[in-house]
Nanobody
Framework: QEHFVESGGGLVQPGASLRVSCVASGIPFRLTIMGWYRQAPGKQRELVASIGLGGSSAVANSVKGRFTISRDNAQNMVYLQMSSLRPEDTAVYYC?????????WGPGTQVTVSS
């Protein structure tokens, strides 16, 4: 069964950096495209970054130049390094496999950007 556990969120000031992490199980991680999603209050969940099997990555325009996704296949982990954080980045961040649709979601990790 697919299982994802996110961690590393917190309360930070605008302009700060933060790295969130996710450990995955129940999937062939080395053969799986992974992504980071976020859901802000009152909004739909959106894909912000994805990383392929060989490490090629893509990010949403809203976070381009600020967010970087990476993966560690030996540890079944995927990371999202966030810099120059803005209040509009406030959301619960989730990792999951791609492509959609997904069948299981982790608890997410809350990232709050506020002064």
């Amino acid at each position: 069964q697919e299982h994802f556990v996110e961690s590393g969120g917190g309360l930070v000031q605008p302009g700060a950096s933060l790295r969130v992490s996710c450990v995955a199980s129940g999937i062939p991680f080395r053969l799986t495209i992974m992504g980071w999603y976020r859901q802000a209050p009152g909004k739909q969940r959106e894909l912000v970054a994805s990383i392929g099997l060989g490490g090629s990555s893509a990010v949403a325009n809203s976070v381009k130049g600020r967010f970087t996704i990476s993966r560690d296949n030996a540890q079944n982990m995927v990371y999202l390094q966030m810099s120059s954080l803005r209040p509009e980045d406030t959301a619960v961040y989730y990792c999951n496999r791609l492509p959609e649709p997904q069948t299981s979601w982790g608890p997410g990790t809350q990232v709050t950007v506020s002064s």
